[in-house]
Protein backbone atom coordinates (compact mmCIF):
# COMPACT_ATOMS: atom_id res chain seq x y z
CA UNK A 1 0.00 0.00 0.00
CA UNK A 2 1.83 3.10 -1.19
CA UNK A 3 2.03 6.18 1.73
CA UNK A 4 0.20 9.39 1.25
CA UNK A 5 1.11 12.16 2.16
CA UNK A 6 -1.83 13.94 2.96
CA UNK A 7 -2.41 11.21 5.62
CA UNK A 8 -3.24 12.82 8.98
CA UNK A 9 -1.48 11.76 12.04
CA UNK A 10 -3.80 10.55 14.93
CA UNK A 11 -2.19 12.73 17.29
CA UNK A 12 -2.54 15.98 14.75
CA UNK A 13 -6.27 15.39 15.64
CA UNK A 14 -7.37 15.80 18.66
CA UNK A 15 -4.73 16.79 20.97
CA UNK A 16 -3.27 15.21 24.23
CA UNK A 17 -5.35 15.54 27.11
CA UNK A 18 -4.09 17.63 30.34
CA UNK A 19 -3.39 15.03 33.26
CA UNK A 20 -4.70 17.70 35.88
CA UNK A 21 -3.92 15.10 38.72
CA UNK A 22 -0.75 16.63 39.31
CA UNK A 23 -0.20 19.53 41.32
CA UNK A 24 1.70 22.16 39.65
CA UNK A 25 5.24 23.08 40.50
CA UNK A 26 6.46 25.93 39.04
CA UNK A 27 5.68 29.41 39.38
CA UNK A 28 5.11 29.28 35.72
CA UNK A 29 3.08 26.31 35.56
CA UNK A 30 0.49 27.59 38.76
CA UNK A 31 0.26 30.44 36.91
CA UNK A 32 -0.88 28.78 33.30
CA UNK A 33 -3.24 26.60 35.50
CA UNK A 34 -4.88 29.90 37.18
CA UNK A 35 -4.94 31.49 33.35
CA UNK A 36 -6.90 28.18 32.16
CA UNK A 37 -9.44 28.44 35.03
CA UNK A 38 -9.77 32.43 34.58
CA UNK A 39 -11.10 31.55 31.21
CA UNK A 40 -13.24 29.03 32.14
CA UNK A 41 -14.89 31.01 34.95
CA UNK A 42 -15.05 34.73 32.47
CA UNK A 43 -16.96 31.89 30.21
CA UNK A 44 -19.32 30.25 32.50
CA UNK A 45 -19.98 33.68 34.46
CA UNK A 46 -21.26 34.86 31.44
CA UNK A 47 -23.51 32.29 31.07
CA UNK A 48 -24.96 33.12 34.41
CA UNK A 49 -25.04 36.74 33.66
CA UNK A 50 -27.16 35.98 30.21
CA UNK A 51 -29.85 34.12 32.54
CA UNK A 52 -29.39 36.92 35.55
CA UNK A 53 -31.02 39.15 32.65
CA UNK A 54 -34.49 37.01 32.43
CA UNK A 55 -36.78 38.24 35.05
CA UNK A 56 -38.09 34.95 36.39
CA UNK A 57 -37.62 34.98 40.39
CA UNK A 58 -35.09 32.65 41.52
CA UNK A 59 -33.72 31.16 38.37
CA UNK A 60 -30.71 33.17 38.42
CA UNK A 61 -29.95 31.89 41.84
CA UNK A 62 -30.22 28.34 40.82
CA UNK A 63 -28.28 28.84 37.93
CA UNK A 64 -25.42 30.85 39.99
CA UNK A 65 -25.04 27.61 41.99
CA UNK A 66 -25.63 25.35 39.35
CA UNK A 67 -22.55 26.93 37.66
CA UNK A 68 -20.69 26.79 41.12
CA UNK A 69 -21.37 23.51 42.12
CA UNK A 70 -19.51 22.74 38.27
CA UNK A 71 -16.82 25.19 38.41
CA UNK A 72 -15.32 25.23 41.72
CA UNK A 73 -14.61 21.28 41.51
CA UNK A 74 -13.17 21.57 38.27
CA UNK A 75 -10.91 24.67 39.13
CA UNK A 76 -9.89 22.49 42.05
CA UNK A 77 -9.10 19.37 39.51
CA UNK A 78 -7.08 21.45 37.52
CA UNK A 79 -4.67 22.80 40.29
CA UNK A 80 -4.83 19.32 41.74
CA UNK A 81 -6.99 19.72 44.70
CA UNK A 82 -9.55 17.50 44.23
CA UNK A 83 -10.81 15.47 46.96
CA UNK A 84 -9.82 12.58 45.34
CA UNK A 85 -6.30 13.98 44.26
CA UNK A 86 -5.44 14.96 47.83
CA UNK A 87 -6.06 11.67 49.43
CA UNK A 88 -3.22 10.55 46.69
CA UNK A 89 -0.80 12.82 47.40
CA UNK A 90 2.05 11.47 50.12
CA UNK A 91 1.42 11.94 53.91
CA UNK A 92 3.62 14.60 54.06
CA UNK A 93 2.50 16.79 51.07
CA UNK A 94 -1.16 15.98 52.33
CA UNK A 95 -0.16 17.75 55.92
CA UNK A 96 1.18 20.20 53.92
CA UNK A 97 -2.60 20.79 51.72
CA UNK A 98 -4.70 20.34 54.92
CA UNK A 99 -2.32 22.96 57.28
CA UNK A 100 -2.93 25.34 54.24
CA UNK A 101 -6.50 25.13 53.59
CA UNK A 102 -6.95 25.59 57.87
CA UNK A 103 -4.66 27.80 57.71
CA UNK A 104 -6.36 30.28 54.40
CA UNK A 105 -10.01 29.15 56.09
CA UNK A 106 -10.89 27.57 52.66
CA UNK A 107 -13.74 25.40 52.41
CA UNK A 108 -14.01 24.39 48.99
CA UNK A 109 -10.16 22.94 48.24
CA UNK A 110 -9.96 19.52 48.57
CA UNK A 111 -13.11 18.71 49.98
CA UNK A 112 -16.19 17.40 47.84
CA UNK A 113 -18.11 20.51 46.83
CA UNK A 114 -22.09 20.64 47.68
CA UNK A 115 -24.83 22.97 47.07
CA UNK A 116 -24.55 23.31 50.70
CA UNK A 117 -20.92 24.83 50.67
CA UNK A 118 -21.67 26.68 47.42
CA UNK A 119 -24.85 28.42 48.87
CA UNK A 120 -22.30 29.28 52.19
CA UNK A 121 -19.75 30.75 49.44
CA UNK A 122 -22.25 32.69 47.93
CA UNK A 123 -23.29 34.71 51.26
CA UNK A 124 -20.06 36.26 50.86
CA UNK A 125 -21.26 38.00 47.86
CA UNK A 126 -25.07 38.41 49.30
CA UNK A 127 -24.89 42.09 49.21
CA UNK A 128 -23.98 42.06 45.44
CA UNK A 129 -26.33 39.32 44.38
CA UNK A 130 -29.23 40.76 46.83
CA UNK A 131 -28.79 43.99 44.85
CA UNK A 132 -28.95 42.37 41.72
CA UNK A 133 -32.22 40.33 42.57
CA UNK A 134 -33.98 44.11 43.35
CA UNK A 135 -32.15 45.28 40.05
CA UNK A 136 -33.36 43.05 38.19
CA UNK A 137 -37.47 44.38 37.69
CA UNK A 138 -36.36 47.79 36.93
CA UNK A 139 -36.48 47.70 33.20
CA UNK A 140 -34.44 47.39 30.72
CA UNK A 141 -31.29 49.24 32.89
CA UNK A 142 -32.07 47.04 35.97
CA UNK A 143 -31.93 44.09 34.11
CA UNK A 144 -28.15 44.88 32.84
CA UNK A 145 -27.33 45.78 36.39
CA UNK A 146 -28.39 42.66 37.16
CA UNK A 147 -26.41 40.91 34.53
CA UNK A 148 -23.16 42.71 35.68
CA UNK A 149 -23.60 42.15 39.56
CA UNK A 150 -24.05 38.44 38.88
CA UNK A 151 -21.20 38.56 36.30
CA UNK A 152 -18.79 39.95 39.27
CA UNK A 153 -20.25 38.08 41.66
CA UNK A 154 -19.29 35.17 40.30
CA UNK A 155 -16.02 35.96 39.40
CA UNK A 156 -15.34 37.57 42.55
CA UNK A 157 -16.01 34.32 44.51
CA UNK A 158 -13.77 31.84 41.79
CA UNK A 159 -10.92 34.36 41.49
CA UNK A 160 -10.75 33.98 45.39
CA UNK A 161 -10.77 30.36 44.82
CA UNK A 162 -8.16 30.60 42.23
CA UNK A 163 -5.93 32.68 44.71
CA UNK A 164 -6.73 29.89 47.32
CA UNK A 165 -5.86 27.17 45.17
CA UNK A 166 -2.52 29.38 43.88
CA UNK A 167 -1.36 29.47 47.85
CA UNK A 168 -1.66 25.82 48.95
CA UNK A 169 0.30 25.06 45.37
CA UNK A 170 2.87 27.49 46.11
CA UNK A 171 2.79 25.88 49.79
CA UNK A 172 3.15 22.76 48.37
CA UNK A 173 6.79 23.84 46.42
CA UNK A 174 8.13 24.34 50.18
CA UNK A 175 10.58 21.44 51.21
CA UNK A 176 8.54 19.00 53.16
CA UNK A 177 8.12 19.53 56.88
CA UNK A 178 10.77 17.44 58.62
CA UNK A 179 11.02 16.33 62.37
CA UNK A 180 13.70 18.19 64.62
CA UNK A 181 15.02 15.75 66.89
CA UNK A 182 17.32 16.54 69.85
CA UNK A 183 18.46 19.78 70.33
Not at 8 to 14: C, F, N
Not at 68 to 92: H, M, T, Y
Amino acid sequence: MASCCCRIRPEAVKPPVPEWDVVPSTPEQIEAVARQCRRMVSKRALVAAGVAVVPIPGLDWATNVGVLVKLLPDINRRFGLSAEQVERLAPDRRLVVFKAITAGGTMLVGRIVTRELVLSTLRMVGVRLSAQQAAKYVPIAGQGLSAALTYGALRYVCEQHIKQCMAICEQLRLPAPTEVVGG
